[in-house]
C-alpha cells in the first residue's frame, strides 16, 4: 500500500508560476502527475522514473517545455514545477503511483492516488 500527500496547488495569473509537491510512503521509484478539469477526462501531465543512471521524465505535448518534474528519492517526494501557466491549465492535479510501464499517460494503470489539489489559473 502507498500514500501519496500532495500540497503546493493555489490560485495563480497567466504566466505565473506553482510547484506541487507529492509525499510517497513508502518510496516509489515511479510517480507521475495527472489532472481533471471540469466535464473531461483526467490527463497525464507528466512522469518520472527513478533509474541507475538517474530519473528519467516523460511529458504530456501539451505542457512540455513548461513544466518539470522531478523526484528528490531522500524525501520520497515528487515535485512539479509549473512555469508560463495557462488558463487551460485549470484543473485538480493529482499525484500517482503503482505504474512503472510505457503507456505512463494512462490513468487504469496507477494503483494509488493521492487526494488532488487545485490549481487554477486565471486570465
Known amino acids: 500500500q502507498v500514500q501519496l500527500v500532495e500540497s503546493g496547488g493555489g490560485s495563480v495569473q497567466a504566466g505565473g508560476s506553482l510547484r506541487l509537491s507529492c509525499v510517497a510512503s513508502?518510496?516509489?521509484?515511479?510517480m507521475a502527475w495527472f489532472r481533471q478539469a471540469p466535464g473531461k477526462e483526467r490527463e497525464g501531465v507528466a512522469n518520472?522514473?527513478?533509474?541507475?543512471?538517474?530519473?528519467?521524465?516523460y511529458y504530456a505535448n501539451s505542457v512540455q517545455g513548461r513544466f518539470t518534474i522531478s523526484q528528490d528519492n531522500a524525501k520520497r517526494t515528487v515535485y512539479l514545477q509549473m512555469n508560463s501557466l495557462e488558463p487551460e491549465d485549470t484543473a485538480v492535479y493529482y499525484c500517482?503511483?503503482?505504474?512503472?510501464?510505457?503507456?505512463?499517460?494512462?490513468?487504469?494503470?496507477?494503483?494509488?492516488w493521492g487526494q488532488g489539489t487545485q490549481v487554477t489559473v486565471s486570465s
Open positions: 500517482a503511483a503503482g505504474y512503472c510501464g510505457l503507456s505512463w499517460s494512462r490513468s487504469y494503470n496507477y494503483n494509488y
Open positions: 518520472i522514473r527513478a533509474g541507475t543512471g538517474g530519473s528519467i521524465p
Open positions: 513508502p518510496y516509489t521509484p515511479c
